[in-house]
């Protein structure tokens, strides 16, 4: 115990850094894979399944022979159009089970990968093709969605990046920017309305960014985004963290109600509580072994049929979490993006995220115009090194064509 005491597994430590990176390959790997299985006539337990299958045996590829922890930090979920949480049904629930995927349906795909307790999770958001028109673009409010979506993303990992960091010029002038004091999450909130509301579309509300640690994927900071009544969020991004960045974006009002789908997603707590049912001891103790405090669905436990009856003692002394089913309170499109990523000396780098957008995909008349989002836009999110980048450069299209061109150029700056 006083070896594992002395290990650093902070950023500063480049094996964490290793880990992040290993898992955030395996996530994004898995999330092209399960990103090509939705089409419509699908089920979306299928899909979930296959996913999780695919992300164990990813997992076991690596740090073999290692006496660490690994295995996943969220379960694949596909979310149906107007949800706006991770979703993911039981084979015993015979009609959720049956959900299928619809032609021109906005689905969030969400899933995630650990190594030694420093865990990814990534979410996209893909519109359903057709069978009659698989190759047809993106027009009308889809793309509105996709693009408000998109834009609202860049912009708020950019206000994620600590004052000063990037700066240029002598050393007064660094240190000048240095001592600014870092973007409210107020104006956070307001600025990012302004560029959803470029397309006519609405932040959802309590959308919300964590603080990651190691086995902590809701740490001691969180950023919220247009916040309920009586919610906050806590703390600024520094140097030296990772964080789960999410974005959230809704054609209706962005208002959400909690939906009575029974909740399959849940997460261990650090309560200590002695639960007196047999079945719910047993629960617990394979939610320990396999999962940790990481997310997991009752579908991954053993006997789902007993996994339901004994987690129901677990939520009720708090030993265990459940995550409601939430969707967007007038059933209207939500998007969501979810990334994982580190603040180091170089900026902020993208450890796992969803794939950066073919713009010229998306009809829309509609565009950015507001000059100090522009201008946000147009900064970098990390210094330059001048390593080739590995991603393959895209079609852009205005607005901001600086930042979308930043996408690609990610690679040459996550090396530190």
Not at 259 to 265: S, Y
């Amino acid at each position: 115990m006083a070896d594992e005491a002395q290990v650093d597994y902070t950023l500063n430590n480049p094996d964490t850094l290793t880990k992040y990176k290993t898992a955030a390959q395996i996530s994004q790997k898995v999330l092209e894979a399960v990103t090509g299985w939705c089409v419509e006539g699908e089920k979306i337990i299928g899909i979930c399944e296959r996913g999780d299958k695919l992300l164990g045996e990813e997992v076991a590829k690596v740090y073999k022979g290692k006496k660490i922890a690994k295995g996943i930090s969220h379960p694949t979920t596909v979310s149906p159009s107007s949800f706006v949480t991770p979703y993911t049904p039981l084979s015993t629930d015979a009609e959720e089970a049956a959900t299928t995927l619809k032609p021109n349906e906005t689905i969030k795909i969400q899933l995630g990968a650990q190594i030694d307790g420093f865990g990814t999770i990534v979410c996209d958001t893909i519109i359903i093709p057709s069978e009659k028109h698989k190759d047809d673009q993106i027009p009308g409010r889809a793309a509105d969605l996709l693009l408000a979506t998109h834009y609202a993303n860049e912009l708020l990992l950019r206000l994620m990046v600590p004052p000063g960091l990037l700066a240029s010029g002598t050393d007064e002038e660094k240190k000048k920017a240095a001592s600014e004091k870092p973007i409210s999450q107020t104006k956070m909130t307001q600025l990012l309305e302004k560029v959803v509301k470029s397309y006519d579309c609405n932040l959802v509300e309590s959308t919300t960014s964590w603080l990651f640690d190691r086995n902590e994927i809701e740490g001691k900071k969180k950023i919220v985004l247009a916040p309920s009544e009586g919610g906050k969020g806590e703390g600024n991004p520094e140097l030296g963290e990772v964080w789960g960045v999410e974005m959230g974006v809704s054609l209706g009002t962005g208002k959400v109600k909690t939906l009575e789908n029974r909740p399959t997603l849940h997460r261990r707590t650090t309560i200590t509580y002695g639960l007196k049912r047999p079945s719910s001891r047993q629960i617990l103790s394979e939610i320990v072994k396999k999962f940790g405090t990481f997310p997991f669905s009752l579908r991954q436990l053993d006997d789902e049929r007993a996994a339901k009856v004994g987690v129901v003692e677990c939520v009720r002394s708090n030993v265990v979490r459940q995550y409601e089913v939430i969707a967007e309170k007038d059933g209207a499109p939500v998007s969501r993006l979810f990334s994982t990523v580190a603040i180091t000396k170089n900026g902020l780098t993208r450890l796992s995220a969803p794939p950066s957008p073919d713009l010229s995909q998306y009809k829309t008349e509609k565009k950015i115009s507001d000059p100090e989002i522009l201008k946000i836009l147009e900064q970098p999110v990390a210094k330059s090194t001048g390593a080739k980048s590995k991603n393959k450069k895209k079609k852009k299209k205005k607005p901001a064509k600086k930042a979308t061109e930043e996408e690609e150029d990610e690679d040459s700056s996550e090396e530190d």
